[in-house]
């Protein structure tokens, strides 16, 4: 079984940039109104077409997990330290032999540049830029090869494949392109009930016809300024990476994607990968303590404790909800989550609750579509400089001083008192 690749490989130099350029960044002018991450949705939605909003923003049936996922943050209270000298803040983290310049980095999400043009290039390059990691998703619409070209070190998602040969064509090259992690989503094991999309007309491949047209006259910067510009530059997307081979074109009027095929997919489908990944294995959408430890079983390195953003099974719990549990079971894995996070302190609460890291997706898609790579850029200072704000009214100097004594919850008995 493979040794855990966090305990065996060396830490590399930390990537964050200098303190000073940190305090010097003036934002770009058309940015300097978006003033935390919850800024960008507005004005993305006014950009984008109905279709591609409601995709990105949208859940599953009563969105019943994708509210908990924000509830789940309000009902933990910190308990701050007084008169501690916080002069040393320093939030570098490291993951999987790679020390990264903040505890956070940007989720994998699909079709990102049919929402901002060259979407996932702009969210790796603005993340490798910042020194934090991002996780390309198998459904984008740009090669990993060109990603990971121009941005060094970038992760990769993907899911179980119903054909084993097929799922070892990919993951070869995955190796072959140079991804440091990869990150395999195993909460999709049937198509969930996304009525929203319906609701909004959405669907991929995208149909052409009067109301796509009529998207695009209705929402004229982004039919110029992403989707011609995209078509006259690049000619017709593709989905690139959803297995070795390319994948069906973005717009099509007689193609269908198939999602089938993944309800017989088992431990023995993951243990396979394991066989032949050599580098850091990361499962993503885990949410029961018993997956963790069987995870750990399985030899994985990583675990990203995630309810999809509430877009799979609607009531599923909030990561937040079980993350001690998970951090216990999972031993010397690496811990981290996703699904709701806006906040630097809904970071720093996960980590009190055993994180070592949060990935964030929808706002990083706002942001790319609002503003381009300068947009994600804008997004992940903010969030570097909540955190470091809050790390000092917390009072405490690096993140592995965090732990549950931060945390007041009504529903639980706390000991804020002891050291």
Known sequence: MPKQAHDATPVEPAVAPPRAAQAAYVAPRALQRFLCLDDFEPAARARLPRPLFGYVSGATETNASLRDNRAAFGELAF???????VARREQSVELFGTRH??????????ISALTAYRGDLAQARAAQAAGVPMVLSSSSLIRMEEVLAQAPGTWFQAYLGRDPQ?????????KAAGAPVLVVTIDSAVVPNRENNVRNRFKTPLRPDLRLLWDGLTHPRWAVGTFA???LKHGMPHFENVGAERGAPLVARDVTRDFSGREHLDWDALKDIRRRWDG???????????????????????V?????????????????????????AAGPMTVMADSGFRRGTDVLKALALGARAVFIGRPMNYAAAVGGQAGVAHALHLL??????DMGLLGINRLQELGPLHLYHPNRTNAGDKP
């Open 166 to 174: 097929a799922t070892a064509r990919l993951v070869a090259r995955v």
């Open 79 to 85: 308990i701050p330290r007084m008169l501690v000298n």
């Open 384 to 389: 570097r400089a909540e955190i470091q704000a």
């Open 304 to 328: 990203i404790v995630s309810n999809h953003g509430g877009r799979q099974l609607d009531g599923a719990v909030s990561p937040l909800r079980v993350l001690p549990a998970i951090a216990e």
């Open 229 to 231: 510009r995209t078509l």
């Open 101 to 110: 310049a903040s505890p956070f980095g940007i989720a994998p999400m699909g």
């Open 280 to 302: 850091p294995l990361v499962l993503k959408g885990l949410l029961h303590p018993a997956d963790a430890r069987l995870a750990r079983e399985a030899g994985v390195d990583g």
